[in-house]
């Protein structure tokens, strides 16, 4: 039994063919059942005596070109993507961009590429790469016959004789020229060319927009902006701009401007080696007559002032220098050594032992002072402690007990002071100098209080 699909999954299939299969087309047609969305997408569908298909475009897209009115009726060719639309089920076209019929589908697809390339950022000034200044070896990626590559070498071999130039030989018109010149600079840029190459020239002569058509593909574009080599666009005529020029490192107008941009001329550079090498002996001129007067001098210094006589001069100035750095350093060491006298004189005056034996009286007189004060201090401390254990045993209860009294409390400790504290049957606790009683209230007589 065959495999059961969902709807689903046979739409999700569908969609898989359609879009692997057709991918990006252009579509002519008449615009039929236009509306436009509040949020400015745009639903229409294009249809000519045969048939009609369901078109989506986009706010954004419809925003990013030059915009034309949209109405039914209007014949358009519309650029964009074929997919399919899972909620409904139906085939669609994603439009990406839309012209009125007749205004070129060529030009359409050069500006549907610009503006794809310009947004993911191969126009971008810091990927340029700089030229070198001095090139050994420059590769010319073009047709070998005609004019174009003639006078690109007449320009490169009159400027600079001694450069090193390599033709690469491909198709510059024609169906899959554009991925012929895009394979040559592909294998010159990779590691499998062991030839040094220091810049390429990609170009062409001048030609209608289908002549250079070749140089507006994607595959071409791609190739030079991931060229390790840098690259200059030459195509055409000053007038002629292709897609390749705007992914190049450098464009020229023309390809023999192309060829005097990518190499010093070397006239100039030997008239300015000229004006160096002028310049330079100039300067070595002037050096070497400096030091000529220079030597003059010396000489008539020498003539005149006789060499031996000057040399006993300074030999005889020698010694006096001599004998006055010995003064000089007699002197100092006569001072040196008073100033040692002074220092040693002042150490006896003051000498440690006799400051130490200073000390040592001075502590044993204040060790003696504190001990006198300290015994002192103890014996009237004593004295103060004996008069309160006297005074004490003077005013304490045991004194007043051994004289005859007695003390009476409860059972519970609580000392009675007044008869009308007791009643009869209380017991009472009686404490005498010798001992304590117990006893019971038998009776209770109060006294008169005189």
């Known amino acids: 039994m065959s495999q059961i699909l969902s709807v689903y999954q046979l739409t999700l299939a569908l969609k898989d063919v359609l879009e692997g299969r057709f991918g990006s087309v252009w579509v002519e047609g008449e615009i039929s059942n236009y509306r436009r969305q509040s949020s400015g997408h745009h639903y229409f569908t294009l249809k000519d005596n045969r048939a009609q298909l369901a078109c989506v475009m986009f706010a954004r897209s419809y925003g990013a070109q030059s915009r034309i009115a949209l109405a039914d009726g209007v014949q358009v060719q519309a650029f964009g993507q ?7 089920g139906q085939y669609q076209l994603v439009v990406q961009l839309i012209q009125r019929k007749g205004l070129g589908l060529l030009q359409a697809k050069f500006e549907a590429l610009k503006r794809k390339l310009e947004a993911e950022g191969l126009f971008a000034s810091e990927l340029k790469r700089p030229l070198p200044k001095f090139p050994i070896r420059v590769a010319l990626v073009t047709s070998p016959s005609g004019a174009v590559v003639q006078d690109m070498l007449n320009v490169l071999r009159r400027r ?3 450069l090193s130039i390599l033709i690469c030989p491909v198709r510059v018109q024609g169906e899959g020229a554009a991925e012929e010149i895009a394979a040559m600079i592909d294998y010159l840029s990779s590691p499998f060319n062991r030839i040094p190459i220091d810049v390429l020239i990609v170009g062409r002569g001048g030609g209608s927009l289908e002549d250079l058509w070749e140089f507006n593909e994607e595959a071409l574009a791609r190739a030079i902006r991931r060229s390790r080599i840098p690259v200059v ?4 005529h000053e007038v002629d701009y292709t897609i390749a020029d705007f992914v190049a490192d450098f464009r020229a107008p023309t390809p023999s401007a192309a060829a005097e ?3 010093p001329d070397g006239k100039a550079l030997h008239k300015q080696l000229a004006l160096f090498a002028t310049a330079l002996e ?3 001129a002037q050096i070497l007559d400096a030091r000529r007067q220079r030597l003059r001098r010396v000489a008539d210094v020498l003539a005149v002032g006789q060499p ?4 006993r001069e300074r030999v005889q100035r020698i010694d006096a220098l001599e004998e006055k750095l010995k003064q000089s350093r007699t002197l100092e060491l006569q001072r040196r050594r008073s100033q040692l006298e002074k220092l040693c004189a002042l150490l006896v005056a ?20 504190l001990k006198q004060s300290l015994t002192g201090r103890l014996k009237a401390d004593r004295n103060r402690i004996f008069e309160f254990i006297s005074l004490l045993r003077l005013l304490g209860p045991m004194q007043t007990l051994q004289r005859g009294y007695s003390i009476t409390t409860t059972d519970s400790g609580h000392v009675v002071q007044s008869a009308a504290e007791l009643a009869g049957g209380d017991h009472i606790r009686t404490r005498f100098f010798d001992g304590t009683l117990g006893s019971v209230v038998d009776d209770r007589e109060p006294h008169a209080r005189n």
């Open 82 to 88: 074929v997919t399919v639309y899972e909620a409904r």
């Open 160 to 162: 600079s004789p001694w």
């Open 233 to 236: 666009s030459a195509v055409g």
């Open 261 to 263: 941009l990518v190499v």
């Open 282 to 284: 100039r300067r070595f």
């Open 308 to 311: 031996g006589r000057l040399l």
């Open 350 to 369: 003051h000498r440690p032992e006799r400051w130490l034996e200073a000390q040592r009286k001075h502590l044993d007189m204040i060790e003696l002072r």
